[in-house]
Nanobody, 124 residues
Framework: QVQLVESGGGLVQAGDSLKLSCAAS????????MGWFRQAPGKEREFVAA????????YYADSVKGRFTIPGDNAKNTVYLQMNSLKPDDAAVYYC?????????????????WGQGTQVTVSS
């Protein structure tokens, strides 16, 4: 079993930066894919970014490309979401997820484990 715990959410102003963390524990393997998703009220869960521990590949949604990055720290089993130039449209609950695959999927149904989510609010 895999446990994921997010942290780092909060209230920021438009244009600010915020860094989310996702600490993974349990039976997680180095070849898993880690992803970040978000869900705003009344909207479907949306893919944000994904990364592969092995090889360091990354994949971003067009809406965040150039503003967000998804670095990981292997030694700490922690993946981050560095969010820069935040916009009010980025406000949502952000979820960390892990997939037992080597493919960087954007489909949330491909992910096997989920954290509880952390709220990000962006004021204009």
């Amino acid at each position: 079993q895999v446990q994921l715990v997010e942290s780092g959410g909060g209230l920021v102003q438009a244009g600010d930066s915020l860094k989310l963390s996702c600490a993974a524990s349990g039976r997680i393997f180095s070849w898993y894919v880690m992803g970040w998703f978000r869900q705003a009220p009344g909207k479907e869960r949306e893919f944000v970014a994904a990364m592969s521990w092995s090889g360091g590949s990354t994949y971003y949604a067009d809406s965040v490309k150039g503003r967000f990055t998804i670095p990981g720290d292997n030694a700490k089993n922690t993946v981050y979401l560095q969010m820069n130039s935040l916009k009010p449209d980025d406000a949502a609950v952000y979820y960390c997820a892990a997939a037992r695959t080597r493919v960087l999927y954007s489909d949330y149904a491909r992910y096997d484990y989920w954290g509880q989510g952390t709220q990000v609010t962006v004021s204009s």
